[in-house]
């Protein structure tokens, strides 16, 4: 409570000498997960400076803003965030902040409510992990494009054609997804993780998806959830379950060792990459390649 307190200080303080031009004249963007990070550098290019808040393998439902951080955030021209209680910890910064930035854009909350999967668990009672959807994904880079080039006019055009480019890779991942996921019979498709971030996978491409953990990492798996899902795994025969990089690995080697216990085995698939990209430079480290990454991971454990 002390360090939100002392944030909220720091946010007032920042906002009342805000510096109003960036030295290079770009578009002085913040973003807050890997996948939005992505996203924005592909559509914005040259033409923007991107600030990333939270790296490879961070968890947005655990994060804590910075003091560097608010700074980024009270100095943006834009921040694209994920929202639906996704940064759980950095709503708080933003109500503060309040109308004082020149556009706070949370791309998941311009989703048609209709089409999001609810939860009674969560705070904003719907799963925030929509990007697992291509079709919402899509919907993001339309945004971002549209913001971008309201903001910044003179380079609409290069928004646009980059924005065009992005949806031809996404067509193209979503072929690749079907194609991978089409060599699993459809009573494999059970998807086992650490926390229920693949729901919107699961809908769009027909798995039954358990996680460990509920929507956000913030709750805990107890005792009876680990012996509970052990027998599900037994009863349905399921040859893997997978961790995630953004969740520590001991709740799923709790589960194995919990099936173990009751003299049966499950493998452990491979990591999944679910709240975070893997690491900058790398194919993971996009959002088409980590998406790919887990279809195969997925498809190739569960055969």
């Not at 944030?7 to 963007?29: A, F, P, Q, R």
Request: charged share 20%; net charge negative; proline share 2%.
């Amino acid at each position: 409570m002390k360090n939100i307190l002392c944030l909220v200080t720091l946010v007032i303080t920042l906002v009342s000498c805000k510096n109003e031009t960036n030295s290079n004249g770009k578009l002085n963007v913040v973003t807050t997960t890997t996948m939005i990070t992505d996203l924005v550098q592909n559509i914005g290019g040259d033409h923007i400076t991107v600030n990333g808040l939270m790296g490879s393998g961070v968890d947005p439902h655990l994060y804590k803003a910075s003091e560097g951080d608010v700074n980024k955030l009270v100095n943006a021209d834009v921040i694209f965030y994920n929202g639906l209680h996704l940064e759980g910890k950095l709503v708080e910064v933003f109500e503060k902040m309040g109308n004082n930035t020149r556009s706070q854009i949370a791309l998941a909350e311009e989703l048609d409510k209709s089409g999001l999967i609810g939860s009674e668990y969560f705070a904003s009672n719907y799963d925030p992990h929509v990007w697992f959807n291509i079709q919402y994904f899509k919907q993001f880079t339309k945004k971002v494009t549209k913001v971008l080039s309201e903001k910044d006019p003179e380079n609409s055009e290069n928004y646009k054609a980059n924005e065009a480019k992005f949806l031809e890779k996404l067509d193209a991942l979503e072929i690749t997804v079907k194609s991978t996921i089409e060599a699993l019979p459809k009573e494999k498709r059970i998807l086992v993780t650490a926390h229920d971030a693949f729901n919107y996978f699961g809908k769009a491409y027909d798995f039954e998806v358990v996680g460990l953990q509920g929507l956000s990492t913030a709750t805990e798996a107890g005792v009876k959830d680990v012996q509970q899902l052990a027998s599900f795994i037994i009863e349905h025969k399921i040859k893997a379950v997978f961790v995630e990089s953004s969740v520590p690995k001991r709740t799923i080697e709790a589960l194995q060792a919990a099936v173990k216990a009751q003299n049966h085995d499950v493998q452990i698939g491979g990591t999944l990459y679910s709240d975070a990209l893997g690491t900058s430079g790398t194919i993971e480290g996009t959002y088409v390649g980590m998406f790919e990454y887990n279809v195969k991971t997925i498809v190739n454990a569960l055969k």
